[in-house]
């Protein structure tokens, strides 16, 4: 009974209390077909030693990036991540203390988060940063709500083809329960999607990404002059930021919101997460921003001081007034994120990303050498597309049977969407080395021989 301290008897006065007839009633809002008819197939319960032994065992059944050549990317990234990030925010004032719902309490976390934004701004080109949402895909649906707010009567979200597939459907989501119509473009490669033509006067924001999900640099100025001139809004969603320290940032392409994954700084893949998403506009949007804003004030001795700036909540003003339902921020994965930029600097960085790129333009002449694989023109960053001469999903397991992680093949991503099948999408960063591309080219030569 020691996770299941209720008894029977238990369980009849509490339905009893609460006017139920039985346990099922609690989830009579929910539609039948979204319940489970049976239990869970699941094992008999162990003691705690066997269950540890048992996961050991699925844990090992895993082939791990830092065992393997590893070319995996497509919206999270694989970098070295400094000893002194995760001992620093291993120290309890920041592991135990990292949501400031005391911010008058709380000037470490403040300070942090003030640095936070203040990176992100820069990076990003814009004028004003939140201290961080959940993670990419939800920060760009929040994008996409933010937009139609401003844009009053428009209710109308373009979402470009080359905008990651997972946060296409986290901003569809969200739209569908605000009543936004979404219009996605489909995937297209080599050749790229044109949004402008997409554009009317119903159309509050268009949606795209740089480097896009196929690895694909894009100058969106003039889409930006389009968008404004129609009255809309253009939102540059970056997922390897990295980039920044190479490319010219969205906001000096005339973007007005910016959003994207902070991952690549101070946090590992972790199979997914957790990760830190970043959001960034102009100051004159700034009271439409979901999340908080931590600013810079001076106490009343004159010493430099934070404070939890806005914070446009549901729990803090009038919900109709909210902009969003965000009750905190990625704290310690922004954290981890800041140490990590900090102890870069801006020459570091933009040592780092010519790294990236340098081992990126490797891997592509590597693979342009096999015969049959279509490597396209064009700039990319760390990250690019290629065109296999079969479908690339059973090469990818081939060579990950062989112990290489050989990408991701777009299909995956794409899932019913013609003219993926062959298309692999593969990363190279500063942790990519000779022997990894050597590997990965004698895999490739033999699954496809």
């Known amino acids: 009974m020691r996770y299941l301290p209720l008894s029977e008897d238990d369980r009849r006065h509490m339905l009893a209390a609460i006017g139920a007839r039985d346990i099922d009633d609690l989830f009579s809002d929910v539609p039948a077909p979204a319940r489970l008819a049976d239990p869970v197939d699941l094992p008999g319960h162990q ?29 999270l990234y694989r970098h070295h991540v400094p000893a002194a990030v995760d001992h620093l925010i291993q120290r309890g004032e920041f592991l135990t203390a990292y949501t400031p719902y005391q911010p008058e309490v709380a000037q470490g976390t403040l300070q942090y988060l003030f640095e936070f934004q203040t990176q992100v701004a820069l990076l990003t080109g814009m004028e004003v940063a939140n201290a961080s949402m959940y993670d990419g895909a939800t920060a760009c649906a929040e994008a996409v709500l933010m937009a139609v707010r401003l844009g009053k009567t428009r209710r109308r979200a373009i979402v470009a083809g080359g905008v990651h597939p ?15 119509d979404m219009i996605a473009a489909p995937p297209s490669w080599p050749g790229t999607d044109d949004p402008a033509a997409l554009i009317d006067a119903k159309t509050a924001c268009v949606v795209v990404q740089n480097p896009d999900v196929f690895g694909r640099i894009h100058d969106y100025s003039d889409l930006a002059e389009a968008c404004h001139r129609a009255g809309a809004l253009l939102i540059v969603n970056v997922c390897e930021p990295v980039s920044l320290g190479a490319i010219t940032p969205p906001g000096e392409m005339g973007a007005d919101i910016v959003v994207g994954e902070g991952q690549s700084f101070g946090n590992a893949t972790g199979f997914g997460g957790p990760t830190v998403g970043f959001f960034a506009t102009h100051t004159r949007f700034v009271r439409q921003m979901p999340g908080r804003l ?36 990625s704290g310690l994965c922004a954290l981890a994120f800041t140490i990590h930029l900090t102890l870069l600097g801006e020459a570091g960085l933009r040592r780092l990303a010519a790294l990236n790129h ?92």
């Not at 997972?166 to 936004?180: E, K, L, M, P, S």
């Not at 106490?299 to 969003?324: C, P, Y």
């Open 47 to 75: 003691g705690e030693i066997a269950v540890e032994q048992a996961f050991r065992g699925f844990a090992g059944r895993n082939l791990s990036p830092a065992e393997a050549p590893c070319f995996l990317g497509a919206g």
């Open 166 to 180: 997972h946060y296409r459907d986290v901003a569809a989501t969200y739209g569908r329960f605000a009543d936004i």
């Open 294 to 329: 931590v600013g810079q004030t001076v106490d009343a001795d004159g010493r430099r001081g934070f404070v939890l700036t806005l914070s446009t909540r549901e729990q803090h003003i009038r919900r109709e007034k909210a902009t969003s339902n965000i009750c905190t921020n």
């Open 358 to 449: 340098a081992n990126a333009v490797a891997l592509a002449d590597r693979l342009a050498r096999i015969p049959g694989i279509e490597v396209p023109d064009g700039a990319f960053f760390n990250e690019l597309t290629v065109r296999l001469p079969r479908p690339a999903a059973p090469v990818v397991e081939k060579l990950a049977a062989d112990g290489i992680l050989a990408g991701v093949p777009a299909s995956r991503l794409f899932a019913g969407e013609p003219g993926m099948e062959a298309l692999l999408i593969l990363a190279a960063s500063e942790l990519t080395s000779e022997s990894d591309l050597e590997r990965l080219a004698a895999g490739l030569r033999e699954a496809l021989s």
